[in-house]
């Protein structure tokens, strides 16, 4: 169908208004793009996340080593009242109770909660919720737009950029959280990582007091299968010096590890602060520090349930 | 310095390898005396550590509250936005009830 003048030129005067708005919410979007240039650099991310993982592993295994200790240490006890019957009393969670078992495994978890919720703002993009809001102003101005002024490529670049500028402001802002919260948590992930450091390292408490039970018992079974005992003796004997031996391995393989995975973790946690402050990206120690989780956990899965 | 697990784990060796009774008896002793002043001693650290990590807790707990928050933050920015296209969308179609006559 033909056009008269005046509807063909009113046409194209809309369609060039059209134009010129989408130009102009181009240039936006450029300016926005800019903006976006407050986010986090993909070297920047990348250390987070892998920061992420790696102490979100650490909080889950550590925390699993430790809420197995009370266990451990009452079936070391049970053996040994066992083997020396005249032993009138024996605490068989040791030092391992409610509170101090809670404390650690809190303190693991926390750790773990930590990790998860960097990696949660890190790759926080709220896509699918931007996409909808996208989706609807599209359909909105389309349904609108009777006389057709913009074409479909056109409202869906509008749709797109709604989308690019949500995420971009999403960016921003999470890059702000994290630098803002991480150097400040860096404190407390020091105190943290000392604290396990300090306890699971070979010289510390906690392998120092498992090694004193698992020799006890060890030199009590030893002497019941010397002999001047009876079978059924002999079964008790022989069980608690198996389990006198898979404490002591436990001891030497599982609890150093979490130690030396510590003071990685606040290595590492160093190293993401200095990344989010000035853009200097180390991976080397965060890299370490994975590599060691990975470690821990492969050594604990070896003693778990055993 | 030798540490005390060390040693624990030397008169550990000593009594193992010992093969006379007398002196096994002597050695055994001294190791006995060891292994439970060494109990002591870590259950005891174990214990006084128990109160730090409750503070260093605490305080790691405030970052992980803030980190929440922000991402809540995120979570309520796109939230907004979805909010006001599905506003714009009702405010078109009754615009284009109203236009039409409804």
């Known amino acids: 169908m033909a056009l008269s003048f005046t509807q ?10 059209a ?4 130009g102009r919410m181009l240039a936006l979007s450029g300016m926005v793009l800019a903006l976006g240039a407050c986010g986090l650099s993909v070297e920047q991310r990348d250390a987070v996340r892998q920061f992420s993982l790696a102490s979100n592993s650490f909080g889950t295994v550590t925390a699993g080593v430790v809420e197995a200790l ?7 006890n049970m053996y040994d009242l066992a083997l020396t019957p005249d032993k009138d009393k024996i605490d068989f969670d040791g030092p391992f109770n409610e509170r101090d078992v809670a404390a650690r495994v809190k303190a693991a978890k926390t750790i773990q909660e930590y990790g998860a919720l960097l990696l949660a703002l890190v790759d926080a993009n709220e896509a699918a919720t931007l996409q909808k809001a996208g989706g609807k102003f599209t359909a909105s101005v389309r349904s609108l737009d009777e006389n057709q002024v913009l074409s479909d490529d056109q409202l869906d670049s509008i749709g797109k950029i709604i989308v690019g500028i949500g995420g971009l402001w999403i960016d921003r802002q999470a890059a702000e959280a994290l630098k803002q919260i991480v150097p400040a948590t860096d404190p407390q992930i020091a105190k943290l990582g000392d604290l396990f450091a300090g306890e699971f390292n070979k010289d510390g408490p906690v392998p120092e007091y498992m090694d004193a039970r698992a020799f006890q018992l060890e030199k ?8 001047k ?14 389990l006198a031996g898979t404490t002591i391995r436990e001891t030497n393989t599982v609890y150093p590890p979490i130690a030396d995975a510590a003071m990685d973790m606040v290595a590492a946690h160093g190293k993401m602060v200095t990344a989010l402050q000035t853009g200097d990206v180390s991976f080397a120690s965060i890299r370490a520090f994975a590599k060691r989780v990975e470690d821990l956990a492969a050594a604990a899965a070896v003693f778990a349930g055993s | 310095m030798a540490s005390r697990r060390e040693l624990i784990n030397q008169l550990r060796a000593e009594y193992q390898a010992e093969t006379d009774p007398d002196r096994r008896q002597q050695i055994e002793v001294v190791y006995d005396q060891a292994l439970e002043a060494s109990e002591k001693l870590a259950a005891h650290q174990i214990g006084a550590n128990t109160v730090e990590y409750e503070a260093a807790i605490a305080e790691l707990e405030t970052s992980v509250e803030e980190l929440k928050k922000a991402r809540q933050d995120l979570a309520d920015f796109a939230e907004t936005i979805n909010k006001v296209a ?13 236009a039409g006559g409804i």
């Open chain 1, 19 to 22: 134009d010129c708005k989408l």
């Open chain 2, 86 to 98: 599905t506003a714009v969308d009702m405010l078109a179609k009754v615009a284009k009830k109203v």
């Open chain 1, 70 to 76: 009370p266990a451990r240490v009452a079936q070391v």
């Open chain 1, 229 to 242: 005992v009876q079978p059924g003796d002999r079964f008790v004997g022989s069980e608690a010096l198996r």
């Open chain 1, 220 to 227: 009590n079974a030893g002497k019941a299968l010397e002999g």
């Open chain 1, 8 to 17: 063909g030129y009113g046409r194209r005067a809309r369609q060039r208004s």
